[in-house]
């Protein structure tokens, strides 16, 4: 498949995976007053089920690819399951909207972590970049000294684990792993992770609340299949612009079906943070061509 096919398709991933999780963030947060890991334990228990059936009638089922895996596959079911963590403590604090734009920082810190753990060196513009999107992470956030403000940092760091689990997805990829064999490694080593807090903290749920958490998990494997596939396809820095569709996705939900508005503070830092990573995909556009011509060589645009 040549690379503008690849690059199509992981663009309709991701688009398929801000949906995916949109719809996550509105069911854990209709889910109500429930322990947080109760919520991300169901998150990934149907998630792991439903990997698990399919792998069954796979050919390879089971099958790790190698043993050189299985560092990165343990190193991105960690950051992902932290990063779930605190991305669903702060879905019970703040808006879905100001948890989602703070999660999709991700994509600025992949780049950052694909430096550094890939050795895809970023050009001066594209760190200057990060740093116009952190700069508007602090509108969202509105650092204080006080405790409210932690909510709003738990999605901050939400977004560094998920940027740095997705930069292990994308070595994985690159190394040969399935893409269902990472998803299901990731939700079977969080549900089991979760298993004993959820255990000690339980509280009975009606059968809406189940309801609202089934269709959680199967909003995040949807979500989690599409964002797996999509940077297996191409780089992030090609397509992550991509993801951010699943913030004014969120804002909608968010209006119609939480009654949430977010204030002034918040749609500056949404538009900071987007128009970053708009202005990073023109400046992308608008390099490629000076870069043939010169015939340098982009170690970084081959590894998709």
Not at 38 to 45: A, D, G, P, S, T
Not at 270 to 282: D, E, M, P, S, V
Request: aromatic share 16%; hydrophobic share 55%.
């Amino acid at each position: 498949m040549d690379r503008t096919k690849r690059k199509g398709l992981g663009i309709l991933f991701i688009l398929g995976a801000a949906a995916g999780f949109a719809f996550m963030d509105l069911f854990v947060s209709l889910a109500g007053d429930l322990p947080t890991m109760q919520k991300v334990f169901f998150r990934n228990l149907f998630a792991a089920v439903i990997v698990f059936f399919i792998l069954l009638f796979d050919k390879q089922k089971f099958r790790i690819h190698s043993k050189q895996c299985l560092p990165w596959l343990f190193l991105r079911s960690l950051l992902g399951f932290l990063g779930v963590v605190l991305n669903f403590y702060a879905i019970d604090k703040i808006s879905i909207s100001d948890a989602s734009i703070l999660n999709k920082l991700s994509p600025f810190f992949a780049i950052l972590f694909s430096a550094l753990l890939l050795k895809e060196k970023p050009a001066r513009m594209e760190v200057l970049f990060v740093v116009i999107a952190f700069g508007g992470a602090l509108f969202v956030v509105r650092p204080s000294f006080s405790l409210e403000i932690l909510p709003a940092c738990a999605g901050f760091m939400s977004g560094a684990c998920a940027g740095f689990a997705y930069t292990c997805v994308r070595i994985l990829g690159v190394k040969g792993e399935r893409g269902l064999m990472t998803v299901f490694f990731f939700s079977a080593f969080s549900t089991v992770v979760a298993l004993p807090f959820f255990l000690i903290g339980y509280e009975p749920m009606s059968g809406m609340q189940l309801l609202w958490l089934v269709l959680a998990g199967v909003s995040a494997t949807v979500g989690q299949f599409f964002i797996t596939a999509a940077y297996r396809f191409a780089p992030a820095k090609e397509i992550a612009v991509f993801d951010y569709a699943q913030v004014p996705i969120a804002a909608l939900l968010g209006f119609f079906f939480l009654a949430q508005t977010p204030d002034v503070w918040s749609w500056i830092g949404y538009a900071i943070i987007i128009g970053a990573a708009i202005a990073r995909r023109f400046y992308d556009l608008h390099r490629k061509p000076r870069t043939k011509n010169g015939g340098e060589n982009e170690k970084n645009e081959q590894t998709g």
